[in-house]
């Protein structure tokens, strides 16, 4: 019972951090940080995307930036294209739909294999999407495309840092809280069970390669989502979002966040963003100490951060 | 009692220059307790993959609940009803007991692609399984994880796993491996319970199991099936004798 | 004419891979013995890299600074497997991707303070560098036809000792079945850290070699790591043999890709398109290689193991 209360009183203290921040921002004349803290939410969201493949599902994939960066081009895009269109309604949705897509396609063909071998087949099928971006001229190729404004949003100024904040804490809150569902529905116990035992699962009458693919696409398309929030965040976007170097990030955070736990998508952004924030402050080789402390919750927190805080609160 | 479950006919697999399995053709009966025995080596285990559909056969054809499942991927044949348990213990080591039960419960009782609803709170499936577990002699098992439980307790749930599927077909690939006598003693008694009301086919070693559980044996030796027929049948037969030379003790 | 071009492409395709071969002969044998993911294998070439052109500017001898270089980047290796990386033998492969790319960004870092931003010039030997006649009218850079030979050379050298060495017998017995490799006894301890050493080795040989051709700077390890991996995975996670094909196909179609793909394009469609697209093309060919391969073969074209 007091494990419980305790629970709900650091998410209750989160929550009401996380709807105050722009007012305490502002009062603390770091406007700055409420463009942060929208930045370390998409990540958080792009990460716990890829927490319910890698660390529910048991699929690692490094070719996460594909759905990301293909979700920021199509905002991008329609807002070149098609100004008329781009309504945070319809652009971001369609971001959502092309990812989505996108995976099912790349799903179905990197599923014939596993292990390191899907691991490297998710990388190739982001790392060919990086080069045909990289060679669209029409879109900025290799120096990527700025974006004139952000998507309209009827009702609310997007350019408002304060009020697309708040939109993407609630789409964050949204998502999370459909990927809590998700992870503890009947869906989400078939997958968890793949991950322990797909043999038995099989045996047990499971078709097991249609889960997978059902979560790659939720996963791609919440992904998608991401992209489009960033490249409205960024007013740009640029083939880098879909190097392999964006993906290797995005598993980084989920790692030291925590594999499989509902928070660690957050944690692992927020401590990743949060460290490079202030070290980069500090000193220009904080890189140095960013791998140490990699190197740190690798052997003394192998649970990642959520880890952590649940063996404390036992 | 007559009809037939399952057939194979002219089954064959080849690994390299070895022949596995080679022409077996093997009926079961809807309701018997058909045991497959043969020394070790045999291509029992050859022989249960192509059953279950996680190796494809060179050649012949796997007839269940008259159906060709010949081409049918394992989780196919499993949803039509033929149910395994593994040689090598195979369980979802991380769940608990009672989970692992109410995912083979899932999988027989309705679509598993539902996104919302907590599959927690779904009392159909916890009572279930555990009426399974209690059937199997699990029931105070519920709540430990799979993953410790000692041998014969993870056999217990293996068998566990195959039967909430409520399949028409038990596929028991070495119940008894590994497990002294009085673990041995308590999963024959409960595969004795289990006669009448399942159609078994029971691969096994143990001879005394064999001949107390079985209503018919089918002998494999070298990939072929050499006599098929009731244990005294088969105790009288020439071939499975010298088959069997050195061990006719077991016999 | 053309065929001379080809011939060339063909000659600097086949020097390429066999770079990426040493490259790929370590990662796979660590991958397929020790089942360890080791991101920081790019790290440990620009390394080799960085030390051989100091080395070399210090001794004024290509040589010796290569020689000094490549055992300088042994033992560092070898050091790197004692400390850190026997600890994640036995974790699951997202600890080991974790703490090895950990490794990158420390090893990144720390050679840009002691080295600077500037990438380091490694020149090539003044005795290697002209070309040779190798047919009338087909001139060949002679430091690149040593790489050829160089390459060739330590490709039939890990052959025979994969083949017909009790050390070979041993890392064999390793990729395709690391339980009983590891009943074995006390000295596999022994044998992990001496492939360690001698895959950081073939690391810093191929920086050597490479470090002429390519720019000595950071970053330099990541990229030609991803090319490394997919060699890898291409001939088989484990396989020497797989390593050697995959190398060479890897480094042809790269090559072939660089220096056809825009020309080719320019026949088919708009010079402007194909400027830009061409090169895009060659980079993406090779995935598009490594895709194929897996899609017909799984687990690559040499599986390793059952």
């Known amino acids: 019972m007091t494990v419980f209360r305790r629970r709900h009183a650091w998410l209750g203290a989160l929550v009401a951090l996380a709807l105050v921040f722009p007012q305490l921002a502002a009062w603390l004349g770091q406007d700055f940080y409420v463009a942060f803290a929208s930045r370390v939410l998409i990540w958080a969201l792009l990460a716990s995307s890829l927490n319910l493949l890698v660390g529910v599902g048991g699929m690692v994939s490094l070719g996460h930036a594909a759905f990301y960066g293909v979700g920021a081009y199509v905002v991008g895009i329609v807002a070149t294209e098609a100004p008329q269109l781009s309504a945070a309604l319809i652009a971001w949705p369609a971001a959502v739909a092309v990812s989505g897509l996108l995976a099912l396609a790349i799903g179905a063909i990197s599923l014939r294999t596993r292990g390191v071998y899907f691991i490297m087949i998710t990388l190739a099928f982001a790392q060919m999407l990086f080069y045909v971006f990289v060679s669209l001229k029409a879109y900025g190729g290799d120096d990527g495309m700025a974006i004139a404004r952000r998507s309209a949003l009827p009702g609310l100024n997007l350019a408002d840092e304060a009020t697309f904040y708040y939109v993407v804490l609630a789409l964050f809150a949204l998502c999370l809280y459909a ?66 170097d964006q993906s290797g990030t995005v598993l980084v955070m989920v790692i030291l966040g925590g594999l499989g736990s509902l928070w660690g998508g957050l944690a692992g952004a ?5 460290f490079e924030e202030l070290a980069t402050a500090v000193t220009p080789h904080w890189q140095i100490g960013l791998g140490a402390l990699l190197l740190g919750v690798v052997f003394f927190a192998p649970a990642g951060i959520a880890g952590l805080f649940a063996r404390r609160r036992r | 009692m007559n009809e037939i479950l399952l057939e194979t006919r002219g089954l064959a697999k080849r690994f390299g220059g070895l022949l596995a399995t080679d022409a ?23 022989l249960v993959g192509q059953l ?32 395994r348990s593994f040689q090598i213990t195979s369980v979802l080591a991380g769940f608990s007991v009672e989970e692992n039960v109410a995912l083979a419960v899932q999988a027989v009782s309705g679509s598993s692609f539902r996104f919302w609803r907590r599959v927690a709170a779904e009392e159909e499936l916890s ?49 008894m491996a590994g497990m002294g006598l009085e673990e041995s003693q308590t999963m024959v008694e409960l595969i004795a319970g289990l006669k009448g009301s399942h159609t078994l086919l029971l691969v096994e070693h143990d001879m005394d199991a064999v001949f107390r559980l079985a209503d018919r044996i089918s002998v494999l030796v070298a990939g072929r099936i050499i006599a098929s027929g009731t244990g005294d049948e088969i105790r009288a037969n ?3 004798r010298s088959a069997y030379l050195g061990e006719e003790d077991a016999l | 004419m053309t065929s001379l071009l080809i011939l060339e492409q063909c000659l600097n395709g086949l020097q390429f891979g066999l770079m990426l071969f040493l490259l790929a002969a370590g990662l796979t044998l660590v991958f397929g013995i020790m089942d360890l993911i080791n991101l920081a294998h790019g790290s440990l070439y620009m390394l080799g890299a960085y030390l051989v052109a100091t080395l070399t500017q210090a001794s004024g001898n290509f040589l010796l600074g290569a020689a000094l270089g490549i055992a300088a980047t042994a033992v560092i290796g070898m050091a790197l497997e004692v400390l850190i990386l026997r600890g994640l033998y036995q974790r699951d492969h997202l600890s080991q991707v974790l703490a090895t790319f950990a490794l990158i960004l420390i090893s990144n870092e720390t050679t840009r303070t002691l080295w600077g931003v500037q990438p380091l010039q490694l020149n090539v030997p003044a005795w290697l560098s002209g070309s040779v006649e190798l047919l009338p009218g087909l001139g060949y850079s002679a430091f ?47 044998l992990f850290t001496a492939v360690f050493g001698a895959g950081a080795a073939l690391c810093a040989l191929a920086g050597a070699m490479l470090g002429p051709l390519l720019a000595v700077q950071v970053g330099m390890g990541e990229n030609i790591l991803i090319l490394a991996f ?54 993406i060919s090779i995935y598009l290689l490594m895709v194929a391969v897996l899609f017909w073969k799984p687990r690559g074209l040499f599986p390793v193991g059952a």
């Open chain 3, 144 to 190: 690149r036809l040593a790489i050829i030979v160089v390459g060739l050379a330590v490709a039939a050298l890990l052959y025979l000792v994969i083949t017909r060495t009790r050390i070979g017998m041993l890392i064999r017995a390793g990729a395709s079945n690391r339980p009983m490799a590891t009943a074995m006894g006390t000295d596999i301890k022994r």
């Open chain 2, 24 to 46: 077996v053709s093997l009926t079961i009966r809807r309701g018997e307790c058909h045991a497959l025995i043969g020394p070790n080596g045999a291509g029992k285990t050859t």
């Open chain 2, 127 to 175: 009572t279930r399984a555990l009426a399974v577990l209690r059937s199997v002699g699990l029931e105070r098992a519920g709540g430990r994880r799979a993953g410790e439980l000692s041998h014969g307790e993870h056999r217990q749930l293996e068998l566990a796993l195959a039967l909430a599927t409520r399949p028409q077909l038990l596929l028991l690939d070495e119940p």
């Open chain 2, 238 to 240: 020439p071939e499975v």
């Open chain 1, 270 to 274: 927020g401590a990743y963003l949060l």
């Open chain 2, 52 to 83: 279950a559909g996680t190796l494809a056969p060179d050649a012949g054809s796997v007839l269940f609940a008259g159906r060709d499942v010949t081409a049918y991927a394992a989780h196919k044949r499993a949803a039509l009803g033929l149910a």
């Open chain 1, 179 to 244: 990927l809590a569902r998700l992870t503890a529905s009947r869906f989400g116990r078939v997958l968890a069970g793949i991950k322990d035992n797909e043999a038995r699962m099989e045996s047990l009458g499971y078709a097991t390669f249609r889960f997978k693919l059902v979560a790659i696409v939720i996963s791609g398309a919440v992904a998608g989502l991401a992209g489009a929030l960033m490249a409205n965040l960024n007013t740009y976007v640029s083939p880098n979002m879909l190097y392999w």
């Open chain 3, 230 to 283: 997919v060699t890898v995975v291409i001939g088989g996670i484990g396989s020497i043999r797989g390593a050697f094909v995959g190398a060479l196909l890897v480094g042809v179609v790269d090559t072939f890709g660089r220096a056809f793909m825009p020309t080719l394009l320019r026949h088919a469609l708009s010079p402007a398109f194909a400027d830009a697209a061409g090169p895009s093309l060659a980079a």
